[in-house]
């Protein structure tokens, strides 16, 4: 690179930083298009709209509820991944969606959850069950009776897995048209199958009733046998949006009616977003500083880079309307410290190569060079479990998958183009002495003993593996739960207060919640503020009748609220038992996957097995964490184990690359055990550095954050010191043991 282009290159540079702040700060036009201010946020951080519908027609089954539930979960995903649905009392369903403050808007959108059916022409013996008058299509038979009657509803809503509005491609005029594509399920395929086969020899239409209305009545041209359909007509792209919203909602085993709905305040208090962004400020400015420290001229192109970083990261979370969570944010942090750990890779290579007596250039050229597979490896096998947490995951594993894998792209980006355009650019405007890239001298490096002490890492893993499972029996045993489950996963109670005036959302996190906590002995409350009223919604631990007394009691004593305006209702898990199901089978796929992956490049089984059994290695010791300290399990419980995961396996990746690279230039006399070692020792610099700046970031967040904010950062802190220590202490050594095996079995078959 040429001076002049170094000099053009840090100017755009720092031109880009100064846009991208300038971006995120103000922003553009009058609403600010890409200020931070507008990125979504979720109901933890910043409220929205609660929806709450009674089911129609009697008591309904756990079974139908269950259903309905999950199936209006997978629905509202369509305005938020962090939107969640769970039952209050016995007969009806609450809807909550983050970054919303117009309820009536979403109603319309949503649609009233009603009964969907796809009745056909003619009935059995060729009476029409439906004609055309007045320039609409009615009712010539009430639901009632076609129900009785054979072939006359061919399907209902319940028949139909999914909805939605397209834009195709005409094949006779190439022209685009506006569509909605139907998917049924296996029973809907076959039922749908027969139908479209008898209207098609009939030349008849199957028409689509909702809520005492056709909302579409298309003619059948074949028999569709797949159960993938396309409705075609003149329409535009908003009515097929209507139509396909209509038959997703109508898919529901019950029938609902709106009860009431809510504009409401943040979970988590005003001020745990302002606490958690001034806890990243923080925690990055220290991270800037250590890096500038450790590595001079190269931590400071890297600090660059990290500012780029969070620039692009904000800019995007607007551009691609990605709503902002707890687990969100972690998602962040770990592709920081990706991001400083691809920096901290690169510039310990190019200082082993300046060790070396190499030119500054031509060792940064062998740095990045020699980097590069480590970097790839690492950031592939993460964001291949990303995407398929966004594809098999659902709720809050979803929202995590899309800012884990958007931060992987952005800090591989950054670590391998910003930094490396900002150093060389430094390089090509003089800046060429050794002593600004981090020169020492070669000394001969003392390559500790891990593989020695491998019994003592294995012992010290079991025992905390084991006192994590002695603890769960002790806790069932004593009747507190194995766990201490908060109520997304085993439900709890909600209680509407409604005060003498209105309390904002920090005089209820300063002065009612303490009192709620007090009395209840829940540490984990959860708030939402009904906006314009002085109604407010505490969600707790289920409260039994001495709890809730005590509850009242302090709540119109103390803060003066209508008694008779207290209602408490016992709800759901928030995170149903369906959701559960598609986290453990996405991580499980996800592993598999990783396994695969790790095993491809690699090309050794013993790579890979190594790298899962330590994900499983961490997995088990942060659960022994949560089980011994008591600490909440609920949506952020989620986050926390799939962010561990992610972490872990990049560090371990790390490790194995090093293994890789030196057992093609190993000695003849050189032992296993020594290569090991000395590649374990020879990463430890890059282990204990991208820890250290991933712990600070999230103690920050910790030290600074509201009671919710610590119990996510808590056994998170603990994971990340978790995977350092497997990937160190643990990987290599088992790695070395079934290697070691294939050799013994080799040289016993000789």
Same mark, same amino acid.
């Given at each position: 690179?040429?001076?002049?282009?170094? $000099?053009?290159?840090?100017?755009?540079?720092?031109?880009?930083?100064?846009?991208?702040?300038?971006?995120?700060?103000?922003?553009?036009?009058?609403?600010?298009?890409?200020?931070?201010?507008?990125?979504?946020?979720?109901?933890?951080?910043?409220?929205?709209?609660? +929806?709450?519908?009674?089911?129609?027609?009697?008591?309904?089954?756990?079974?139908?509820?269950?259903?309905?539930?999950?199936?209006?979960?997978?629905?509202?995903?369509?305005?938020?991944?962090?939107?969640?649905?769970?039952?209050?009392?016995?007969?009806?369903?609450?809807?909550?969606?983050?970054?919303?403050?117009?309820? !009536?808007?979403?109603?319309?959108?949503?649609?009233?959850?009603?009964?969907?059916?796809?009745? #056909?022409?003619?009935?059995?013996?060729?009476?029409?069950?439906?004609?055309?008058?007045?320039?609409?299509?009615?009712?010539?038979?009430?639901?009632?009776?076609?129900?009785?009657?054979?072939?006359?509803?061919?399907?209902?809503?319940?028949?139909?897995?999914? #909805?939605?509005?397209?834009?195709?491609?005409?094949?006779?005029?190439?022209? !685009?048209?506006?569509?909605?594509?139907?998917?049924?399920?296996?029973?809907?395929?076959?039922?749908?199958?027969? %139908?479209?086969? *008898?209207? &098609?020899?009939?030349?008849?239409?199957?028409?689509?009733?909702?809520?005492?209305?056709?909302?579409?009545?298309?003619?059948?041209?074949?028999?569709?046998?797949?159960?993938?359909?396309?409705?075609?007509?003149?329409?535009?792209?908003?009515? %097929?949006?209507?139509?396909?919203?209509?038959?997703?909602?109508?898919?529901?085993?019950?029938?609902?009616?709106?009860?009431?709905?809510?504009?409401?305040?943040?979970?988590?208090?005003?001020?745990?977003?302002?606490?958690?962004?001034?806890?990243?400020?923080?925690?990055?400015?220290?991270? &800037?500083?250590?890096?500038?420290?450790?590595?001079?001229?190269?931590? &400071?192109?890297?600090?660059?880079?990290?500012?780029?970083?969070?620039?692009?990261?904000?800019?995007?979370? !607007?551009?691609?309307?990605?709503?902002?969570?707890?687990?969100? $944010?972690?998602?962040?942090?770990?592709?920081?410290?990706?991001?400083?750990?691809?920096?901290?890779? +690169?510039?310990?290579?190019?200082?082993?190569?300046?060790?070396?007596?190499?030119?500054?250039?031509?060792?940064?050229?062998?740095?990045?060079?020699? %980097?590069?597979?480590?970097?790839?490896?690492?950031?592939?096998?993460?964001?291949?479990?990303?995407?398929?947490?966004?594809?098999?995951?659902?709720?809050?594993?979803?929202?995590?998958?899309? =800012?884990? #894998?958007?931060?992987?792209?952005?800090?591989?980006?950054?670590?391998?183009?910003?930094?490396?355009?900002?150093?060389?650019?430094?390089?090509?405007?003089?800046?060429?002495?050794?002593? /600004?890239?981090?020169?020492?001298?070669?000394?001969?490096? =003392?390559?500790?003993?891990?593989?020695?002490?491998?019994?003592?890492? &294995?012992?010290?893993?079991?025992?905390? +593996?084991?006192?994590?499972?002695?603890?769960?029996?002790?806790?069932?045993?004593?009747?507190?739960?194995?766990?201490?489950?908060?109520?997304? /996963?085993?439900?709890?109670?909600?209680?509407?207060?409604?005060?003498?005036?209105?309390?904002?959302?920090?005089?209820?996190?300063?002065?009612?919640?303490?009192?709620?906590?007090?009395?209840?002995?829940?540490?984990?409350?959860?708030?939402?503020?009904?906006?314009?009223? !002085?109604?407010?919604?505490?969600?707790?631990?289920?409260?039994?009748?001495?709890?809730?007394?005590?509850?009242?009691?302090?709540?119109?004593?103390?803060?003066?609220?209508?008694?008779?305006? $207290?209602?408490?209702?016992?709800?759901?898990?928030?995170?149903?038992?369906?959701? *559960?199901?598609? #986290?453990?089978?996405?991580?499980?796929?996800?592993?598999?996957?990783?396994?695969?992956?790790?095993?491809?490049?690699?090309?050794?089984?013993?790579?890979?097995?190594?790298?899962?059994?330590?994900?499983?290695?961490?997995?088990?010791?942060?659960?022994?964490?949560?089980?011994?300290?008591?600490?909440?399990?609920?949506?952020?419980?989620?986050?926390?184990?799939?962010?561990?995961?992610?972490?872990?396996?990049?560090?371990?990746?790390?490790?194995?690359?090093?293994?890789?690279?030196?057992?093609?230039?190993?000695?003849?006399?050189?032992?296993?055990?020594?290569?090991?070692?000395?590649?374990?020792?020879?990463?430890?610099?890059?282990?204990?550095?991208?820890?250290?700046?991933?712990?600070?970031?999230?103690?920050?967040?910790?030290?600074?954050?509201?009671?919710?904010?610590?119990?996510?950062?808590?056994?998170?802190?603990?994971?990340?010191?978790?995977?350092?220590?497997?990937?160190?202490?643990?990987?290599?050594?088992?790695?070395?043991?079934?290697?070691? *095996?294939?050799?013994?079995?080799?040289?016993?078959?000789?």
């Amino acid at each position: 690179m040429k001076k002049s282009k170094g $000099i053009i290159s840090l100017i755009l540079i720092v031109v880009l930083i100064g846009l991208l702040g300038f971006t995120t700060a103000v922003g553009f036009g009058k609403g600010g298009s890409g200020a931070a201010r507008n990125i979504k946020l979720g109901l933890d951080l910043e409220g929205g709209v609660s +929806i709450t519908y009674q089911v129609k027609g009697g008591a309904p089954s756990a079974e139908d509820m269950a259903d309905t539930i999950y199936k209006l979960q997978r629905r509202v995903e369509q305005y938020s991944t962090e939107a969640t649905v769970y039952q209050e009392g016995d007969e009806r369903i609450s809807i909550e969606i983050p970054g919303v403050t117009n309820a !009536n808007e979403i109603l319309d959108e949503l649609g009233q959850p009603g009964s969907l059916y796809f009745i #056909a022409e003619t009935d059995s013996e060729g009476k029409e069950n439906y004609t055309y008058k007045d320039g609409e299509y009615v009712l010539n038979k009430t639901i009632e009776d076609m129900q009785k009657e054979e072939g006359s509803i061919v399907l209902t809503g319940t028949d139909v897995k999914n #909805a939605s509005a397209q834009v195709q491609t005409n094949e006779l005029t190439n022209a !685009n048209q506006n569509v909605v594509t139907l998917e049924m399920t296996p029973e809907g395929t076959e039922k749908f199958a027969e %139908a479209t086969k *008898r209207a &098609f020899k009939a030349e008849e239409s199957i028409g689509i009733y909702y809520d005492g209305e056709f909302i579409s009545v298309p003619n059948v041209n074949a028999e569709i046998k797949n159960g993938q359909a396309v409705i075609e007509g003149s329409m535009s792209y908003e009515e %097929a949006q209507r139509i396909s919203s209509t038959i997703r909602i109508g898919g529901l085993s019950l029938e609902l009616e709106e009860l009431r709905s809510n504009v409401v305040g943040a979970q988590l208090g005003e001020e745990a977003i302002s606490t958690s962004l001034k806890a990243g400020a923080i925690g990055l400015a220290i991270v &800037f500083i250590f890096m500038c420290a450790a590595y001079l001229l190269p931590g &400071f192109a890297s600090s660059l880079a990290l500012l780029t970083y969070t620039g692009l990261i904000l800019v995007l979370l !607007n551009a691609f309307d990605i709503t902002l969570t707890l687990p969100g $944010i972690a998602g962040i942090i770990l592709g920081i410290g990706m991001a400083v750990d691809a920096n901290v890779i +690169i510039f310990a290579r190019v200082r082993e190569e300046l060790a070396e007596g190499k030119s500054v250039k031509s060792s940064l050229n062998a740095g990045f060079q020699k %980097a590069m597979s480590a970097i790839l490896d690492g950031n592939i096998t993460t964001l291949i479990a990303a995407f398929v947490l966004q594809w098999l995951g659902s709720g809050t594993v979803k929202g995590f998958a899309q =800012t884990l #894998a958007m931060g992987i792209v952005v800090s591989m980006f950054t670590a391998l183009v910003i930094t490396r355009i900002i150093i060389y650019s430094f390089y090509a405007v003089g800046i060429r002495d050794k002593k /600004f890239y981090g020169h020492a001298k070669k000394a001969k490096q =003392t390559t500790v003993n891990f593989l020695g002490k491998r019994r003592l890492f &294995f012992g010290i893993s079991v025992l905390l +593996i084991v006192v994590g499972f002695v603890f769960m029996g002790v806790n069932g045993a004593q009747g507190k739960g194995v766990m201490n489950y908060s109520l997304e /996963f085993k439900g709890g109670t909600s209680t509407s207060v409604t005060f003498d005036k209105e309390y904002t959302l920090e005089e209820i996190d300063q002065e009612i919640v303490p009192e709620i906590e007090y009395v209840t002995g829940d540490n984990n409350v959860q708030v939402q503020k009904v906006e314009g009223t !002085n109604q407010v919604i505490f969600k707790t631990q289920t409260l039994d009748l001495n709890k809730r007394e005590a509850f009242n009691t302090a709540m119109t004593s103390i803060f003066h609220a209508d008694e008779a305006k $207290i209602a408490t209702e016992n709800i759901s898990a928030t995170v149903s038992s369906e959701m *559960r199901q598609d #986290a453990i089978v996405a991580v499980i796929v996800a592993t598999i996957c990783m396994l695969l992956y790790i095993w491809f490049r690699f090309k050794d089984i013993r790579f890979a097995t190594s790298a899962v059994a330590a994900l499983l290695h961490d997995v088990l010791i942060v659960l022994a964490f949560y089980v011994v300290a008591r600490v909440s399990v609920g949506n952020t419980f989620i986050a926390c184990m799939l962010t561990i995961v992610g972490y872990s396996i990049n560090a371990t990746i790390v490790i194995f690359d090093r293994i890789r690279e030196e057992l093609h230039t190993k000695k003849k006399n050189e032992g296993l055990d020594e290569l090991v070692n000395r590649c374990i020792t020879r990463t430890l610099t890059r282990s204990i550095y991208t820890s250290l700046t991933t712990f600070v970031m999230v103690l920050v967040l910790f030290i600074m954050g509201v009671s919710s904010i610590k119990e996510f950062a808590l056994p998170l802190m603990v994971g990340i010191v978790c995977g350092a220590y497997s990937s160190v202490c643990i990987t290599g050594a088992l790695w070395y043991i079934m290697k070691s *095996r294939e050799g013994k079995k080799a040289a016993a078959g000789k």
